[in-house]
């Protein structure tokens, strides 16, 4: 048989598994060396754009309605006569936060209709009186048309 030296034996299996240790050890420290640029570049701060400052700042309320035409719907009551009349989805237009508007269907007789410009809040709701006894309760929804 083969006479091992136990000394000589564990020594070198200690020197194997010291190096081993040395080779991971330098692996882990290549690889935090790659590492670390990456890194720092994904923390580098991002430049912000500005927020842009809103046309309806100078109202007391939040608006979110900014100027043109939104689908809406407009429930005409007549005070006198207490009839009324549902239109579903029609365009109103809104300009600086108040309703300038309602873009009627053709041949519809409140066309003639002369409105008093009331604002609108931020949840789309107005309530504008016509010159003609009719007032127009309109749910505005923020959405394209």
């Given amino acids: 048989m083969n006479d091992i030296d136990l000394p000589s034996f564990i020594l070198h299996s200690k020197l194997f598994i010291l190096h081993s240790l040395q080779t991971a050890l330098l692996r882990l420290i290549v690889l935090f060396c790659l590492l670390i640029p990456s890194l720092a570049f994904s923390q580098q701060a991002k430049i912000k ?65 002369t409105l008093q410009i009331n604002d609108i809040d931020d949840l789309g709701n107005s309530i504008i009186q016509g010159k003609n006894g009719n007032y127009y309760v309109i749910q505005a929804k923020y959405e394209p048309f």
């Avoid at 400052?53 to 007391?60: R, V």
């Avoid at 939040?62 to 005070?79: H, K, L, M, W």
């Fill in 49 to 113: 754009k500005p927020i842009p400052e809103k046309k309806n700042a100078h109202l007391p309320y939040a608006c979110i309605f900014e100027d043109g035409a939104y689908p809406a719907t407009v429930i005409q009551r007549n005070s006198i006569t207490k009839d009324s009349t549902v239109f579903a989805r029609i365009a109103v237009e809104i300009e600086g936060c108040f309703v300038i508007s309602i873009k009627f269907p053709k041949g519809s007789k409140f066309l003639q209709d």
